[in-house]
Each structure stands twice: as C-alpha cells, then as structure tokens.
C-alpha cells in the first residue's frame, strides 16, 4: 500500500468514525429538554423568558402573559437550578431567540441555605441541567459547573455517549423523532399540577442582610451585565415557596442588590406573598412548588405588575400571534380537561364527555363488570353491552361497536395504547398496563383540539366510582 | 490513570503524535517523563518508590559489573543480595507488613501488638519490583550486560503501558528495544490499535459487566442459593480474565503503536487440558519469572530432580499466592494450585496407564473437552478463594455451594434483579460467544489479526467500527457507573 493511500485511509476511517461517534451520540442523546418551550419557538418572537428551578415550572403560566399582557412568553428552567446555570439559560435564551425581557426567578440565589442541601442541588443540577444544545456555551457550562459545583467528572459525566450510551436500553422512536426545536410546547415550559399539599404559612421577618454564596453572586453580577450588554430588561422576581428565616435574609440583601443595580424585584417572600392572598391550605401541591391555582394568582399578580411596566405590546406586532393564540386555546383545553379528569361519577363522566364533540372515548368492556348503571349509561349512547367482549369508539356524535381488537397509535410519535384482552381486559400504555383495576371496564380518553389521549379510566364496580390514570408526560415517561 | 477513562483517550493519543514528533535522540526522555507522569497521575509522591527501586538495582548492576571485572565473584553475591533484599523489604513494608503485624497479634493472642503502617498500597508495586529484580539477576547471571544510561533503564522499568499490571518485561527483551529506538510502522499502529480496542471490548463489555453480577452475589453471599454462587464464581473466572488480559492487550497495543514489542501475557488459557498448559498460558510474564528466577534455579540446585521439582513446584505456587495479596485467601489459592499441579504430576504416568488399559484415546475429542472442563472447573474452583475478602466469606461460599444449591433458582425470575437485567445479561453473554470463539481461534494458532486485515476495505472498516462501537455503545462507563479499575491494579 502506497504512503499516500495508508495517509489517505487513516485520515478518512478517523473523520467517519468521529462522524459515527457524533451521530450514535447524539441518537443516544435525551433530547427531551426543559427548554423545548424556547427552543421550538419561532425564532425571534418571544418577547419574555422567565428564567429559574421548577419553581419557574410550577409557578408560572406563560399563556396567561400572552392573554392579559401581550407579551408572549416562555419558562426557561431547569431542576434545582443554581445561578450558574441560570447564567448559561438565559445566555442559550438570548442567543436563540432575542427577547426584550428577561425574569429571573432569585430562588437560585438561596444555594448553601434553601431546603434542598447544595450537594443535592449539585446532584438534580448535574443530572438535569445540561440539556441544552451542543455549543460554546454548552461546554462553558459543563466547565463552569465543574469549578463550582461539587465532585463532578465533566467530560466523563456531560459528554453525550458517556453520559448517554447506556440508552441502548430503552431504544424507542421517539429517540429517532423527537426534535426539541419542532416538537412544541404549547404550555411554553409550564408544568401544571392540581394536587394540593396544605402548608404551614413561613411567619419569618427580619431586617438582617445575609450575603449568598460567593458563587451565586458572581454569576448574579454576570446576569446583570449580560442584560445590560444585550439590551435587555431583566426584572427579578421571588416565586412562592415554604422559605425559612436564612432566606429572608437573603431576600433582604437581594432586595438591596436590586435597587442598587436599578432593577426591578418582585419579591413573594414574607410581607409581600400576603398581596397574592395565597392559601397555603389549598395553593401549594409540597413546601417547594405552587398547584396551579397557586400559580395562577402568582402569574396574575405579574402580570398586573408587568401590565404597568409594559403597557404597549401589541399581539398584531408579534409575527407569531397565530400560533400563540392558538396555544392558549389549548391551554383553556387542558384546564377543561382537568375538569374532566376529576369527574368520579361515571353518568356525570360520561355526560362531559359526549357534550363535547372533540373528545372520543375507547371503550373496552367485559360482560362481568357491565352493571345497570353503565349499561344504562352505554345504551342511551346506542352502545350494545351485551356483547360477550365489547370494544366501542364513543363520541358525541354516535358509536362504532365492534367486537374487533383496538390497536391505535394513540400518541403518534410519542408511544401507542392499545387493549390487550384476557381475564380481565387491560389498557397497555407502551407495552405497560396502564391501570391496576382488574375488574370492570376500561377506557381511553382521547381529545382532538389537544391531539393526544387524555387519561385511562377504569370503573370500579365494587365502589360505583372511576378510577383515573393521567396521560401526563410524567406518566409516558414512567411507562417507558 | 485508568486506561478505561476519557483521561487516557487524551493523554495516549498526544503522548503518541509528540513521540514521534520529536527528534529520536530525546525520545526516550519524553517517554519516560510522560510514563512517570502517567504513574504520578494516581498518588504522585510513590513515584519515589518506583525511583528508589531504579537507582538501587541500575547502581547494584553497575557495581556487579565492575567488580566482575575485579574478579571478586563472592562480593557480587552479595551485593545481588543486597539488592534484592531492600526491593523486597520495600514491597514487605507497604504490601505485607501489617498483614504481618496482624498475624503476629493474632499468634500471639494480642500479646505482641506492633505498630501498623497506614500507607495506601502503591500501585502496580509487585510488577515494577519483580522487573527490576529481573533486570539485577540477569546482569548477575551475565544474561545481559549492566546498563550504564541511566533513563534507558529508568524507561525499562517505568514504561507507562506496562507499569502498573504488566507483563513483567524482561531486560532481554525490552531494554535492547528501548536502547536501539523505534519508527513509525502503519502496521504496528494498525496492530496496536486493534488490540487495544480488542481490549477495551474486554473490559468494558464482558469484565465490568460481569463484575455486577459478581459483586452482588459475593457481597451478599450468606443469603445466595449455591447456584448463584457457582454461576458468580465461574464469571469471575471470566471477568478476572478478561479484566487482566484487557490490560496486558491495551499495554501490548500501546506499547505496539510506538513501534515496542512487549511479550504476550495471556493466550486462551481456558483452552487448556492441564494445570501446566494453564500456567504457560495465564499470566505468562509472572509463570515465566518464577519459572526463570526460583524454579529453575531451585531445580538446578538439588540434587533430586524429581523430588526438585515438586519443591519448586510448591514454592513457586505459595510465594505466587504471596505475591497477589497479603492475604490467607491468596495464599490458600496458590496452595490449590500447587495441590493441582502436584496431583497432576504425580498421577501423569497412572493415568496414561489407566488409559492405555481402559483403551481410551487419549487425543481423542471428548477427552480432550473433559479436560478442558476439568481444568476450568478446578481453576473455577480456586477463584472462590481469590475473589473473597476473606476466609470466612470464602468458606462460607465454599459451603453454601456443597449444601444449598438448588439449580431451579436460577430459573426462579430472581436472577435478572441481581445486577445484570435481561438486556445486560444478553450483551455479556454475546460478548462472551465472541471471547470464546476469539479464543478459540488463538488457542488454534490462528491469526486473527491478518485474517481481518486481509479482507477488503469495506469489510475491515465494518469490523473495527464494529468493535469500537460496541465498547462505546454497549460498555460499562460513565456516570451510571463508577469506572471500575483493574483487578490486577492491587498487586
């Protein structure tokens, strides 16, 4: 072999094994990010992005900008996220889209004094937090957060094969389909929770100064210059929490910091959560995250605020308002669902249901668990329950009754439902059962304005009452 | 530095290009930097070890050598003496010494209470000790003359692909390399790489794979079914191979890229139909240095050669038990492979009597799969006792073997929750065809290497990618895992 062909060879097997490897990586790569609301927005037409932890995700509603201020909005978050990565958000936000507003939730200023201990933080951050695109300041803050985090192996631990290799396990399509920057978001990173946990209300008030991790006020002052080299409005905010007495302090000296920097800080730490008339009984889904009704009166406190602030956005000025409008529809779509959802009275259930022509409801059955009530219920709707193993498609506007097995691609790319028939007929979500009722019969919820399966329900003859199951991405994610 | 980690991928690679780079006369400098580098990665004052091993046997050389000349045959003995003497009273005092001192207390019913010495054992002792007192005896025995450049043979004793786990070089082989310099080859990088990914795919796939499995039963084994024990113990018999032969292929590798040949340390011993084909070949390099430094010289020296030979045989297993740790159980393992190879010595000539009165071919293929299989069993066997932390844990693992095994465990949908989980267990079991039909072919004198190279491009490539991708894809690294270090680290 000649010099030539040997240079030639080795160079070319080298660059299409580094290809390979970037490819196998990046098809390994959990590419389900906490950004996708930022990254699968047009570009340029965010005017807000509302930076921090799964605070930021639980307890604030960005659809609801776009309706009472006109500014359309996202959540840019992550968990347990400490202020370095915050930096590197808000520096990955500005880069892909150009907002004219940054608000940056301060609970990131708490590390070393919040109730999640710094290495746990460390811990969440350094398994969560890293999933923004490939770039410069992806690797800026793997390097970052190997100074000042706690023990972390940066180049073993945040490289995408290292990292991710072990995937090989759960290969499904979504790893080949899902795209961040296509795949929309239409709650723009809100992750909305009903569940209620009643909390204690924190009574702390102090006027003492506590001064936060070296670490978090010099990427605090990094944030502030960045806004101002880029032009940007940044505004602090404190989204509610069950907070102790250290964090008060920390929010006196931030409150100092903000009016020395001429920033603005809505703070919902001490006196004034009292505005938002939170109930600590009913808002709160644990001592770290508001439920949505918490949320709500929190983003619609800002948003009055931001309405002062802000008063000329105009939705004709957005390029996008199309399709921001039409994530809201959703957004009130998911809020009716839920009323839906928490129906547990199967007549009642049933009459939500056929009232609304968007919904259809799959419907498996067998002939024990068929009692009056449902078979009443199922032949008002001109469904035959006597079939010896029943499987019917419902809407409002008729039924389809077959005795044929249901096999939908429920979910399109993101897994599939379908009904295995045994003993006892069981709803498979990704080729898990999706309820844990044996008896009675089962039924999947799908909705066509939202375009993807609602919920399973199985009716529990022995209580007279539904049993539900959540289609949550948390669910899909746990069946996986 | 592991070569199991993202460190190595960098520091070989630029080590490499710059090697070549650089002009030859400085070349051996550069490696011998970069190998105590290398070394120093791990706990950078124990390079003073590895130093003082250098300066007292490259010195004692020197010394042997003039006073050869000198004619002063009986001072020679002695300063050999003297060498080997203070390199071993340094492994004595970090390896053994407070396996001694716990011994002594408990002889003497904590009578006799001497102080311990709480250093961390330094890596790789064992390896660099031996070499270098090869290095001394050859010169005494006038196999080699005395080096008198003092980084040739500091690069002999420290060269960073074998220094932390082998193979024990000897100064016959590598020290002429080291002296007379190296150039690029293609086919060595080609050589080198491949075997270095062949390596990899040991370790990463099959050895730290196993290793879950393994850990898990051995930690937990007072509640383990005997069949889980038995399963456990025959796949440390594998991972331990393939963990231990792994390094010695990406040493080889390594070593072969920069153009140095380092002797073959493991060739399909499990292939082997006796306990003397075993030992010639696992862990080549140490069977060899017993062989060369205390068999043959204990053979030669008595008078009855058969009764010799049993001696030499039971030194030689006790002082290798000795040598892999300070500990009852790695001397217990030499013993039973000495017990083996003294059985299989003394029953030679029975058996080839009973054979020949049973009618029994003794080429023929069953029998030579029977004594494969007995081989592997009874290596198999002695494992139990390197693999345990103790004799308690040993025996006790010995013992649940001989009276709670029942087979049908295995089968009870226990064994996918005891590390491996079925998709694990599939890849281990796979890469564990490959490894044996690897093996196979090598125990076969096949050449595996010019068989691959001579196909054509398509295919070659597919193979390598093939290779790299599955320890990349299909490894055991990363954050999900602690990167395992090799076995053969702690001697």
Redesign the interface.
């Known amino acids: 072999?000649s010099k030539f062909k040997?240079v030639f060879?080795?160079v070319a097997?080298f660059l299409?094994?580094m290809a390979?490897?970037y490819g196998?990586a990046n098809l390994?790569r959990d590419r389900e990010t906490t950004l996708s609301g930022l990254y699968s927005e047009e570009k340029g037409s965010v005017d807000m992005v509302i930076v921090g932890s799964s605070h930021v995700n639980n307890g604030s509603i960005p659809n609801i900008y776009w309706e009472e201020n006109n500014i359309s909005a996202v959540n840019v978050y992550s968990w347990a996220q400490p202020a370095w990565t915050a930096y590197h958000y808000i520096r990955e936000a500005l880069d892909e889209q150009d907002p004219d507003i940054v608000l940056l939730d301060l609970y990131c200023m708490t590390y070393g004094n919040s109730y999640i201990m710094p290495e746990e933080i460390d811990r969440i951050n350094y398994e969560n937090s890293f999933n923004i695109d490939i770039n410069l300041n992806y690797l800026e803050l793997i390097h970052t957060s190997e100074e000042v985090g706690l023990d972390l192996?940066p180049?073993?631990?945040f490289?995408n094969?290292?990292?991710y290799?072990?995937r090989?396990?759960d290969l499904d399509w979504k790893m080949l389909t899902y795209d961040p920057h296509n795949d929309r978001d239409f709650l723009k990173g809100y992750g909305l929770i009903y569940q209620a946990q009643p909390q204690e209300q924190p009574m702390f008030e102090t006027d003492e100064r506590m001064v936060p991790y070296e670490f978090c006020v010099e990427y605090l002052d990094r944030i502030v210059d960045l806004c101002e080299k880029k032009g940007v409005d940044l505004i602090f905010t404190m989204i509610p929490y069950i907070y102790n007495e250290t964090e008060v302090k920390i929010d006196n000296w931030l409150t100092d910091y903000a009016q020395e920097h001429g920033i603005p800080y809505i703070s919902y730490i001490g006196a004034a959560a009292s505005e938002l008339c939170l109930d600590y009984e009913t808002d709160f889904s644990d001592n770290g995250h508001l439920n949505f009704y918490g949320a709500q009166k929190v983003t619609m406190h800002l948003s009055g605020v931001l309405g002062e602030m802000y008063p000329d956005y105009r939705k004709e000025d957005n390029p996008c308002a199309a399709q921001f409008d039409e994530d809201y529809q959703k957004y009130l779509r998911v809020l009716e669902a839920n009323e839906i959802m928490a129906e547990n009275d199967l007549g009642r259930y049933l009459d939500h249901v056929f009232a609304d022509e968007n919904y259809t409801l799959y419907l498996v059955n067998d002939e024990s668990s068929v009692t009056d009530a449902l078979q009443e219920a199922l032949e008002q709707n001109g469904v035959s329950a006597d079939a010896e193993r029943m499987c019917a498609v419902l809407n409002s506007a008729g039924s389809v009754v077959g005795q044929e097995e249901v096999e939908a691609q429920l979910f399109g790319r993101a897994g599939s439902v379908r009904f295995e028939y045994g003993e006892n007929v069981q709803v498979i979500l990704n080729d898990y059962p999706a309820i844990s009722i044996d008896s009675g019969f089962k039924a999947v919820l799908c909705d066509s304005i939202l375009q993807r399966p609602l919920e399973t329900i199985a009716y529990d003859a022995a209580q007279g009452t539904i049993v539900h199951k959540e289609f949550s991405s948390d669910i899909i994610d746990l069946f996986k | 530095m592991l070569f199991n980690?993202?460190d190595f991928l960098l520091f070989f690679p630029v080590v490499t290009i710059l090697f070549f780079a650089i002009p030859k006369r400085v070349r051996n400098i550069f490696l011998l930097a970069c190998s105590l580098y290398f070394y120093m990665c791990w706990k950078a004052k124990y390079i003073l070890l590895i130093a003082f091993s250098i300066l007292v046997t490259y010195l004692s050389a020197l010394v042997m050598e003039w006073l050869e000349k000198q004619g002063r045959q009986r001072l020679r003995g002695l300063i050999l003496a003297g060498t080997i003497v203070s390199n071993l009273a340094v492994l004595f005092l970090f390896k053994y010494y407070n396996f001694f001192v716990e011994n002594v207390a408990a002889l003497t019913q904590n009578r006799l209470l001497l102080p311990l010495f709480n250093f961390a054992l330094p890596v790789g002792i064992s390896f660099y000790t031996f070499q270098a007192l090869s290095y001394a005896i050859d010169v005494y025995r006038h196999d080699i003359p005395a080096e008198k450049n003092l980084i040739t043979y500091a690069l002999f004793v420290s060269f960073y692909p074998q220094l932390v786990a082998g193979p024990i070089e000897r100064s016959t082989n590598l020290m002429p390399q080291i002296k007379a310099g190296t150039r690029f080859d293609?086919e060595n990088m080609r050589a080198g790489l491949l075997l270095m990914g062949w390596g990899m795919f040991q370790k990463l796939v099959i050895a730290d794979r196993l290793a879950l499995f393994v850990d898990e039963i051995y930690n937990n084994y007072a509640g383990m079914d005997g069949s889980f024990l038995i399963l456990a113990t025959v796949l440390f018999a594998l991972q331990i191979y393939c963990d231990f032969g792994s390094y010695s292929n990406i040493a080889r590798g390594a070593a072969a890229v920069m153009g140095y040949r380092l002797m073959i340390n493991f060739n399909a011993p499990y292939f082997s139909r006796t306990f003397a084909e075993y030992w010639s070949r696992w862990h080549i390099s140490l069977s060899t240095w017993f062989q060369d430094y205390i068999f043959e010289p204990v053979v030669w020296k008595m008078r009855n050669k058969a009764a010799a030979a049993y001696v030499g045989v039971l030194l030689v297993f006790f002082i290798s038990g000795f040598w892999h740790g300070a500990s009852w159980t790695y001397v217990i393992w030499g013993c039973l492979h000495a017990l083996f190879r003294v059985l299989e010595m003394a029953l030679r000539r029975p058996k080839k009597k009973l054979y020949k009165k049973l009618g029994i071919n003794a080429k023929s293929r069953w029998l030579q799969v029977l004594e494969t299989v007995w081989v592997f069993l009874c290596v198999c066997f002695t494992f139990i006792f390197f693999r345990s932390e103790s004799l308690e844990q040993a025996f006790g693992v010995v013992g649940r073997i001989a009276t709670q095994t029942h087979f049908s465990a295995l089968f009870s949908g226990e064994f996918f929750s005891l590390g491996l989980?079925e998709?694990?267990f599939t890849v281990a079991l796979i890469a564990l065809i490959v490894l044996v039909v690897a093996d196979w072919l090598v125990y076969h004198k096949k050449d595996i290497y010019h068989w691959v190279v001579a196909k054509p491009?398509a295919a070659r490539?597919a193979l390598?990618?093939l290779l790299?991708?599955s320890s990349?894809?299909?490894?055991v690294?990363?954050?999900?895992y602690d990167?395992a270090p090799f076995i053969y680290f702690q001697f």
Do not use: C, N, Q
Request: without cysteine; glycine residues 6%.
């Open positions: 072999m040997k060879g080795s097997f299409i094994t390979l490897v196998a390994l192996r180049y073993e631990d490289l094969l290292p990292r290799h072990t090989w396990k | 980690s993202v293609f989980d998709k694990d491009l490539w390598y990618w790299i991708f990349v894809i299909f490894g690294y990363g954050p999900s990167a």
